[in-house]
C-alpha cells in the first residue's frame, strides 16, 4: 500500500509539474503605464476599459512596480506605455515581459517641429498626441483583437477632437503679449508645449526631464535674479509631490505656481 501511495503521490507530482512548465499565462484587458494613457487608449479602443499600472497622482518618473504589477503586466494582452523613459521604474519589466509593449514616444514625431526628442512630455503637445494614434489603433487591433474598423473609426473621432483642442488652445494664448509669455518650470517638462503655441521658458527649477533630479541651490539664486529681472510670474509645476523647491521659488519671487 505504502509503494501504491507513493507511486500516486509521484504520478501526481509530475503530471502538476508538467502542466506548470507548459502552460502559457491566459492573457486578458489592457493596460497603460498612466492614467492619461489609460484614457487615451480607452478612447482610441471605444470605450474598451484600460487600465493604469501607475495611480492617479503617482509620479511616473519615480514609480516603483510591485511583484502584482509584474503579474499583471505579464498577463495583459497589450501594454501601452509612453517611453523615453517616461517610466523608468518600469523599463526593467518593459524589457523583459513577453507581452506586447507599444511605445507611443515611437510614433508621435512632427516633422514641422523643433521638439526635443528625448522630452518624453509627448501628451502636452494635441497634434503629436494625434499623430501616435494610428500605430496605437493597429496595436490595439494586433494584439487586442478590437475590430480595426471600428478602432479606426474611434481613432478619426478622438484625431478631429485633438485638432479642435489645438487650436482652441492656441487661440487662448494669442490672447497674452508675447512679453509676458514666459514662464519657469519645475523640470524640463513645457518643451513641446512651448514649442507648439510659442511659450518662452526661461528656466527649470530641476535641470532635467525627470522630476527625480536635484536642484542646485547655486542655479536657483541665479534663476531668482532671472526672474526678478525679466519679471516672470509664473512657475509651472507637475502634480507629483517634487515641488518643494519650486514653492519656495515661487515665495521667494512672488510668482504663482500653476
Not at 519615480?62 to 497589450?78: I, K
Not at 527649470?204 to 522630476?211: E, G, Q, R
Not at 502634480?239 to 505656481?257: I, K, M, P, V
Request: aromatic share 4%.
Amino acid at each position: 500500500m505504502r509503494h501504491l501511495f507513493s507511486a500516486i503521490l509521484l504520478s501526481v507530482l509530475v503530471t502538476l509539474f508538467a502542466g506548470a512548465c507548459g502552460s502559457s499565462p491566459q492573457r486578458a484587458g489592457i493596460l497603460a503605464t498612466t492614467p492619461l494613457w489609460a484614457a487615451i487608449t480607452s478612447e482610441v479602443a471605444c470605450g474598451h476599459p484600460v487600465d493604469s499600472l501607475i495611480p492617479v497622482g503617482a509620479d511616473p518618473h519615480s514609480f516603483e512596480p510591485s511583484l502584482a504589477d509584474r503579474g499583471q503586466v505579464d498577463t495583459t494582452l497589450l501594454l501601452v506605455a509612453n517611453g523615453n523613459k517616461l517610466e523608468e521604474g518600469l523599463d526593467d519589466i518593459m524589457s523583459t515581459t513577453s507581452t506586447p509593449v507599444h511605445y507611443i514616444i515611437n510614433d508621435a514625431a512632427d516633422d514641422d517641429s523643433h521638439n526635443d526628442d528625448s522630452d518624453p512630455h509627448v501628451w502636452l503637445d494635441p497634434l503629436s498626441v494625434a499623430n501616435s494614434l494610428p500605430a496605437l489603433a493597429d496595436a490595439l487591433s494586433q494584439h487586442a483583437g478590437l475590430d480595426p474598423v471600428s478602432v479606426e473609426a474611434c481613432r478619426r473621432d478622438l484625431n478631429a477632437r485633438l485638432q479642435i483642442l489645438d487650436r482652441d488652445i492656441g487661440d487662448r494664448m494669442a490672447t497674452i503679449p508675447d512679453d509676458r509669455r514666459i514662464v519657469v518650470t519645475d523640470h524640463a517638462m513645457l518643451g513641446r508645449f512651448a514649442n507648439r503655441y510659442h511659450l518662452r521658458i526661461l528656466g527649470t527649477v530641476l535641470n532635467s526631464h525627470s522630476s527625480m533630479a536635484q536642484a542646485s541651490a547655486h542655479d536657483l539664486e541665479l534663476l531668482a535674479t532671472e526672474m526678478h529681472n525679466q519679471g516672470v510670474a509664473v512657475v509651472a509645476i507637475e502634480e507629483s509631490g517634487h515641488d518643494a523647491d519650486s514653492r519656495r521659488l515661487a515665495e521667494r519671487t512672488g510668482a504663482t505656481l500653476v
